[in-house]
């Protein structure tokens, strides 16, 4: 079925660690997001991407990576986890045009709900 | 700054009375609006939006939402909530990037 898959659904791990959080979309949407949803704070987005190869920061991007080199795939990486950034993370995409991606609905994942001890 | 706001934290209602759940947003033009629900382990999914024109619309699931421009609000509302729509809600207002409210979480009462 269509849609957009984040893998895994549940993640612990520990403080130093490294660890990727995936995210697949069958849409072929061009831009992807990454957020994540905190108590008090709704979503906040990490970082996103308008095509492959193109990604950029977004409000709280410090101590994540990503890349994009597939248009179905953004995966997001904690280089070196701590405890700040347990929380749920959402994937998300759109179909926007490039440059216009504020316009347009964002379809989500489930979520990744990720504790770091 | 910009930003968005949902005054209301939590709102419990009885179940076939009338909803309204407010956002409040502060930025310099008008900005794209979204409503979204949250069910319990799932992710946002998408109940209406505006981007111009008539100000009353109409979404998925009964519900409709208002912009009033002067107050630089987006209130929803539906006339009759049911036991399902129990769920959190999440405003977002897109000019530029996107925002979402802090969410506001809906039980309902039998």
């Known amino acids: 079925d269509a849609g957009i898959t984040q893998s895994p659904r549940y993640k612990i791990t520990e403080t130093g660690r490294q660890v990727t959080l995936m995210c697949h979309q069958t849409?072929?949407?061009?831009?992807m997001f990454w957020y994540r949803q905190d108590l008090g704070h709704g979503l906040r987005l990490i970082y996103y991407s308008a095509a492959a190869d193109i990604t950029d920061k977004g409000e709280v991007p410090d101590g994540y990576v990503v890349s994009r080199s597939k248009t179905e795939n953004f995966p997001l990486t904690l280089e070196s986890a701590t405890r700040s950034q347990t929380s749920v993370y959402f994937c998300a995409s759109s179909d926007s045009d490039l440059g216009e991606w504020s316009n347009q609905p964002q379809h989500f994942g489930d979520g990744t709900r990720l504790s770091i001890l | 700054a910009q930003s968005v706001t949902q005054p209301d934290i939590h709102i419990t209602v009885s179940e076939g009375a009338s909803l309204e759940l407010r956002c409040n947003y502060s930025?310099?033009?008008?900005?794209?609006l979204f409503w979204y629900v949250q069910s319990p382990g799932q992710g946002l999914q998408l109940l209406l939006k505006y981007f111009s024109g008539d100000t009353l619309v109409q979404g998925i699931k009964g519900f409709e939402a208002e912009f009033k421009r002067s107050q630089s609000s987006f209130n929803l509302r539906k006339p009759s909530v049911h036991w399902s729509d129990a769920a959190e809600y999440f405003c977002?207002?897109?000019?530029?990037?996107?925002?979402f409210g802090a969410g506001t979480r809906l039980t309902v009462k039998p």
């Open positions: 930025y310099g033009a008008t900005p794209y």
């Open positions: 977002a207002v897109g000019i530029n990037d996107m925002r």
């Open positions: 849409w072929s949407h061009s831009y």
